[in-house]
């Protein structure tokens, strides 16, 4: 079975610096899909970024970007020059090729200071 | 615009009661999905369906129930059996077959309390 692991519930950065929201994950398929998904306080999800996992290079974003180590089951975000408008709750999310189900971590809420 | 649309954004009940949420959308997506969010608990799935007359268990399907007569609809009911309803409900729906690529589109959501 898949699961999404997401240790930090909190944390904050200040407005223009750089953050990495960690995330690991267990699956024993190889083909599979990994996401980051924002959830802002409206509470509407909304997608962030992909990543293949058949693909070595890292997805971006614009501000955002991955870091994919398939080896370690890692699967991390860095948020670069933070906006207020980043500040939300955070889910990393997998699906397995061929399954029609996402897996979600518990989340982590990012406060981004003025 | 395509998207998804969940009615009613609040909704209160009594205990004892069922409840229906709504969820409808025009992306022409085979597969949808409803997830139940708790503080502190992520998002977890209750039931999804891949195509029409057809749906499948999630990991707490018990006391909900759904159908999908409609390619557009996924009504979600919360039955008297559920025993802790009070919660944030989200419909999502995707691509089907599309080999995992595609994420899922979320509607706004409906925020059930029991009174």
């Known amino acids: 079975a898949q699961t999404v692991t997401q240790s930090q519930p909190e944390m904050s950065v200040q407005e223009a610096e750089t953050v990495t929201l960690s995330c690991t994950y267990d699956?024993?398929?190889?083909?599979?899909?990994l996401f980051w998904y924002k959830q802002p306080p409206s509470r509407q999800m909304i997608l962030v970024i992909r990543?293949?996992?058949?693909?070595?290079q890292n997805a971006t974003e614009n501000r955002f970007s991955v870091n994919f180590q398939k080896a370690a089951k890692s699967f991390s975000l860095k948020i670069s020059d933070s906006q207020l408008g980043d500040a939300a709750m955070y889910f990393c999310?997998?699906?397995?090729?061929?399954?029609?189900?996402?897996?979600f971590g518990k989340g982590m809420k990012l406060t981004v200071n003025p | 615009d395509g998207g998804i649309t969940q009615s009613p954004k609040y909704l209160f009940r009594k205990e004892g009661q069922n409840v229906t949420l709504s969820c409808e959308q025009n992306?022409?997506?085979?597969?949808m999905y409803w997830y139940r969010q708790d503080p502190g608990q992520g998002l977890r799935l209750i039931y999804y369906s891949q195509i029409v007359n057809d749906f499948q268990k999630g990991d707490i399907a018990e006391g909900y129930s759904v159908s999908r007569e409609k390619k557009e609809s996924f009504p979600l009911t919360v039955t008297s059996a559920q025993k802790n309803p009070t919660a944030f409900y989200l419909c999502?729906?995707?691509?089907?077959?599309?080999?995992?690529?595609?994420?899922?589109?979320f509607g706004s959501g409906t925020r059930l309390t029991v009174v």
């Open positions: 990543q293949e996992a058949y693909k070595q």
């Open positions: 699956t024993s398929e190889s083909d599979y899909y």
């Open positions: 999310a997998s699906r397995q090729g061929g399954s029609e189900k996402l897996v």
């Open positions: 999502a729906s995707t691509k089907s077959g599309s080999g995992g690529n595609y994420g899922y589109t």
């Open positions: 992306l022409n997506h085979d597969a």
